[in-house]
Protein backbone atom coordinates (compact mmCIF):
# COMPACT_ATOMS: atom_id res chain seq x y z
CA UNK A 1 0.00 0.00 0.00
CA UNK A 2 1.64 3.65 -0.66
CA UNK A 3 1.42 6.00 2.04
CA UNK A 4 -0.13 8.88 0.96
CA UNK A 5 0.44 11.35 3.84
CA UNK A 6 3.67 11.69 3.26
CA UNK A 7 3.19 11.92 -0.51
CA UNK A 8 0.83 14.53 -0.25
CA UNK A 9 3.71 16.37 2.28
CA UNK A 10 6.44 15.68 -0.06
CA UNK A 11 4.08 17.24 -2.91
CA UNK A 12 2.66 20.30 -1.27
CA UNK A 13 2.65 23.68 -3.17
CA UNK A 14 4.22 26.92 -2.22
CA UNK A 15 0.88 28.35 -1.92
CA UNK A 16 -0.79 25.50 -0.08
CA UNK A 17 2.58 26.08 2.13
CA UNK A 18 1.41 29.50 3.15
CA UNK A 19 -1.95 29.14 4.11
CA UNK A 20 -0.82 26.49 6.42
CA UNK A 21 2.11 28.87 8.07
CA UNK A 22 -1.28 31.70 7.97
CA UNK A 23 -3.73 29.44 9.76
CA UNK A 24 -0.81 28.32 12.20
CA UNK A 25 -0.36 32.29 12.92
CA UNK A 26 -4.00 32.85 13.54
CA UNK A 27 -4.55 30.04 16.21
CA UNK A 28 -1.15 31.89 18.21
CA UNK A 29 -2.36 33.49 21.63
CA UNK A 30 -1.46 37.38 21.40
CA UNK A 31 1.72 38.64 22.52
CA UNK A 32 5.41 38.04 21.97
CA UNK A 33 6.49 34.77 20.57
CA UNK A 34 9.11 34.68 22.95
CA UNK A 35 10.10 36.01 26.53
CA UNK A 36 11.89 39.26 25.07
CA UNK A 37 9.79 42.51 25.28
CA UNK A 38 7.82 44.34 22.15
CA UNK A 39 9.87 46.88 20.39
CA UNK A 40 8.51 50.21 20.78
CA UNK A 41 8.11 51.83 17.74
CA UNK A 42 10.72 55.38 17.65
CA UNK A 43 8.06 57.84 17.10
CA UNK A 44 6.43 56.88 20.26
CA UNK A 45 7.47 58.86 23.18
CA UNK A 46 6.87 56.74 27.11
CA UNK A 47 6.93 59.92 28.99
CA UNK A 48 7.37 60.02 32.96
CA UNK A 49 4.57 62.09 35.72
CA UNK A 50 7.60 65.28 35.51
CA UNK A 51 7.67 65.32 31.83
CA UNK A 52 3.69 65.50 32.18
CA UNK A 53 4.30 68.49 34.24
CA UNK A 54 6.74 69.80 32.04
CA UNK A 55 4.30 69.95 29.26
CA UNK A 56 1.76 71.12 31.14
CA UNK A 57 0.92 74.97 30.35
CA UNK A 58 -1.28 75.75 33.29
CA UNK A 59 0.52 77.39 36.85
CA UNK A 60 0.34 75.41 39.83
CA UNK A 61 -1.32 77.31 42.49
CA UNK A 62 -4.56 78.49 44.91
CA UNK A 63 -7.53 79.07 42.82
CA UNK A 64 -7.90 82.78 41.53
CA UNK A 65 -9.32 84.91 44.13
CA UNK A 66 -13.19 85.61 43.85
CA UNK A 67 -13.67 89.97 43.53
CA UNK A 68 -15.65 91.30 46.06
CA UNK A 69 -18.88 92.40 45.41
CA UNK A 70 -18.08 96.61 45.29
CA UNK A 71 -21.41 97.92 44.73
CA UNK A 72 -22.26 96.50 47.93
CA UNK A 73 -19.37 97.15 50.11
CA UNK A 74 -20.07 100.50 49.02
CA UNK A 75 -23.93 100.78 49.80
CA UNK A 76 -22.79 99.46 53.40
CA UNK A 77 -20.01 101.46 54.22
CA UNK A 78 -22.32 104.84 52.92
CA UNK A 79 -25.26 103.06 55.01
CA UNK A 80 -22.94 102.86 58.39
CA UNK A 81 -21.51 106.42 57.21
CA UNK A 82 -25.21 108.07 56.99
CA UNK A 83 -25.91 106.08 60.56
CA UNK A 84 -23.08 107.95 62.52
CA UNK A 85 -23.77 111.28 61.24
CA UNK A 86 -27.18 110.99 62.67
CA UNK A 87 -26.12 109.73 65.65
CA UNK A 88 -23.50 112.30 66.28
CA UNK A 89 -26.35 115.10 65.40
CA UNK A 90 -28.77 113.85 67.36
CA UNK A 91 -26.07 114.26 70.27
CA UNK A 92 -24.73 117.47 69.54
CA UNK A 93 -28.70 119.05 69.41
CA UNK A 94 -29.17 117.37 72.94
CA UNK A 95 -25.90 119.02 73.91
CA UNK A 96 -26.79 121.84 72.22
CA UNK A 97 -30.59 122.07 74.08
CA UNK A 98 -28.83 121.40 77.44
CA UNK A 99 -26.42 124.15 77.48
CA UNK A 100 -29.64 126.75 76.39
CA UNK A 101 -31.71 125.26 79.21
CA UNK A 102 -28.48 125.72 81.57
CA UNK A 103 -28.18 129.25 80.61
CA UNK A 104 -31.85 129.73 80.71
CA UNK A 105 -31.56 128.83 84.28
CA UNK A 106 -28.75 130.59 84.96
CA UNK A 107 -29.53 133.90 83.77
CA UNK A 108 -32.76 133.45 85.32
CA UNK A 109 -31.38 132.91 88.86
CA UNK A 110 -29.26 135.87 88.31
CA UNK A 111 -32.20 137.94 87.95
CA UNK A 112 -33.53 136.62 91.18
CA UNK A 113 -30.55 137.64 92.92
CA UNK A 114 -30.41 141.33 90.67
CA UNK A 115 -34.18 142.14 91.94
CA UNK A 116 -33.20 141.40 95.41
CA UNK A 117 -30.67 143.46 95.68
CA UNK A 118 -31.81 146.38 93.48
CA UNK A 119 -34.94 145.94 96.14
CA UNK A 120 -32.78 146.43 99.13
CA UNK A 121 -30.88 150.06 97.83
CA UNK A 122 -34.54 151.24 96.85
CA UNK A 123 -35.58 150.91 100.20
CA UNK A 124 -32.90 152.41 102.42
CA UNK A 125 -30.83 154.98 99.21
CA UNK A 126 -32.27 158.48 99.10
CA UNK A 127 -31.34 161.97 99.22
CA UNK A 128 -33.16 165.01 100.05
CA UNK A 129 -33.48 166.34 96.41
CA UNK A 130 -35.40 163.23 95.21
CA UNK A 131 -37.02 161.58 98.22
CA UNK A 132 -40.37 161.26 96.41
CA UNK A 133 -38.11 159.49 93.79
CA UNK A 134 -36.79 157.10 95.83
CA UNK A 135 -39.56 156.00 97.91
CA UNK A 136 -42.11 155.95 94.27
CA UNK A 137 -38.95 153.70 93.00
CA UNK A 138 -39.25 151.23 95.76
CA UNK A 139 -43.19 151.04 95.81
CA UNK A 140 -43.46 150.40 92.02
CA UNK A 141 -40.58 147.28 92.43
CA UNK A 142 -42.43 145.49 95.24
CA UNK A 143 -45.79 143.18 95.22
CA UNK A 144 -47.14 141.01 97.12
CA UNK A 145 -47.22 141.27 101.34
CA UNK A 146 -44.79 143.91 101.11
CA UNK A 147 -47.11 145.94 98.73
CA UNK A 148 -50.33 145.57 100.77
CA UNK A 149 -48.12 146.63 103.46
CA UNK A 150 -46.81 150.03 102.05
CA UNK A 151 -50.32 150.52 100.42
CA UNK A 152 -51.88 150.48 103.97
CA UNK A 153 -53.26 154.12 105.51
CA UNK A 154 -50.65 156.50 104.34
CA UNK A 155 -47.34 154.20 104.72
CA UNK A 156 -45.86 155.96 101.51
CA UNK A 157 -46.18 159.64 102.39
CA UNK A 158 -45.38 158.59 105.87
CA UNK A 159 -41.92 157.19 104.84
CA UNK A 160 -41.30 160.06 102.54
CA UNK A 161 -42.00 162.40 105.72
CA UNK A 162 -39.82 160.64 108.30
CA UNK A 163 -36.76 160.78 105.33
CA UNK A 164 -37.30 164.60 105.11
CA UNK A 165 -37.20 164.68 108.93
CA UNK A 166 -33.61 163.14 108.79
CA UNK A 167 -32.47 165.85 106.88
CA UNK A 168 -29.44 163.61 106.14
CA UNK A 169 -28.93 161.73 102.85
CA UNK A 170 -28.54 157.45 103.03
CA UNK A 171 -26.65 155.30 100.64
CA UNK A 172 -26.66 150.94 100.51
CA UNK A 173 -23.89 149.12 99.43
CA UNK A 174 -24.01 145.58 99.01
CA UNK A 175 -21.69 143.73 100.01
CA UNK A 176 -22.94 140.06 99.21
CA UNK A 177 -25.90 138.18 98.00
CA UNK A 178 -27.12 134.36 97.41
CA UNK A 179 -29.83 132.59 96.15
CA UNK A 180 -31.14 130.06 99.28
CA UNK A 181 -34.23 128.51 97.23
CA UNK A 182 -36.74 128.97 94.47
CA UNK A 183 -40.10 127.59 94.59
CA UNK A 184 -41.07 126.43 91.13
CA UNK A 185 -44.64 126.42 92.22
CA UNK A 186 -44.96 129.71 93.39
CA UNK A 187 -42.58 131.32 91.17
CA UNK A 188 -40.65 132.94 94.26
CA UNK A 189 -37.17 132.74 95.26
CA UNK A 190 -35.05 133.27 98.39
CA UNK A 191 -32.42 135.71 98.35
CA UNK A 192 -30.50 136.49 101.13
CA UNK A 193 -28.69 139.73 100.81
CA UNK A 194 -25.68 141.66 102.81
CA UNK A 195 -25.78 145.15 102.98
CA UNK A 196 -23.65 147.95 104.35
CA UNK A 197 -25.88 151.53 105.01
CA UNK A 198 -24.21 154.81 105.33
CA UNK A 199 -26.13 157.76 106.63
CA UNK A 200 -24.52 161.70 105.78
CA UNK A 201 -26.22 164.60 107.79
CA UNK A 202 -26.81 167.66 106.55
CA UNK A 203 -23.35 168.82 106.98
CA UNK A 204 -21.25 166.18 105.15
CA UNK A 205 -20.42 164.52 108.13
CA UNK A 206 -20.85 160.43 107.99
CA UNK A 207 -22.63 158.71 110.44
CA UNK A 208 -20.95 155.29 111.13
CA UNK A 209 -22.24 152.59 108.35
CA UNK A 210 -24.86 150.21 109.75
CA UNK A 211 -24.61 146.43 108.24
CA UNK A 212 -28.11 145.17 107.86
CA UNK A 213 -29.12 140.68 106.72
CA UNK A 214 -32.39 140.62 105.10
CA UNK A 215 -34.32 137.79 103.25
CA UNK A 216 -36.01 139.33 99.96
CA UNK A 217 -38.82 136.99 98.71
CA UNK A 218 -38.77 137.74 95.00
CA UNK A 219 -41.64 137.10 92.86
CA UNK A 220 -41.49 136.36 88.87
CA UNK A 221 -45.16 136.58 87.38
CA UNK A 222 -46.34 135.20 84.45
CA UNK A 223 -44.56 138.11 82.02
CA UNK A 224 -41.46 136.98 83.66
CA UNK A 225 -41.16 140.73 85.75
CA UNK A 226 -39.84 140.10 89.00
CA UNK A 227 -40.41 142.25 91.84
CA UNK A 228 -39.83 142.39 96.05
CA UNK A 229 -42.75 140.11 97.41
CA UNK A 230 -41.80 140.08 100.85
CA UNK A 231 -38.63 141.27 103.26
CA UNK A 232 -37.70 139.66 105.77
CA UNK A 233 -34.73 139.62 108.80
CA UNK A 234 -33.44 136.67 109.20
CA UNK A 235 -31.95 135.12 112.15
CA UNK A 236 -29.08 136.65 114.10
CA UNK A 237 -29.69 139.68 111.81
CA UNK A 238 -29.18 142.73 112.60
Given at each position: ?17 R ?25 V ?16 G ?33 L ?19 T ?23 V ?99
Amino acid sequence: MTDTTSGDTATQTPESARKGAARRRASRAAGPASGTAPEVPAHVVVGSPAAATKRSTSPIGPPPRRQPHRTLVTGLALGVALVLVAAMAGVVAVLLHQQRQGNAEAERDQRFVDTAQQTVVNMFSYTQNDIDDSVNRFVNGISGPLRDMMSQGNNVENLKAIFRDTNANSEAVVNGSALEKIDETADNASVLVSVRVTVTNIDGVNAPSKPYRLRVIVHEDDNGRMTGYDLKYPDGGN
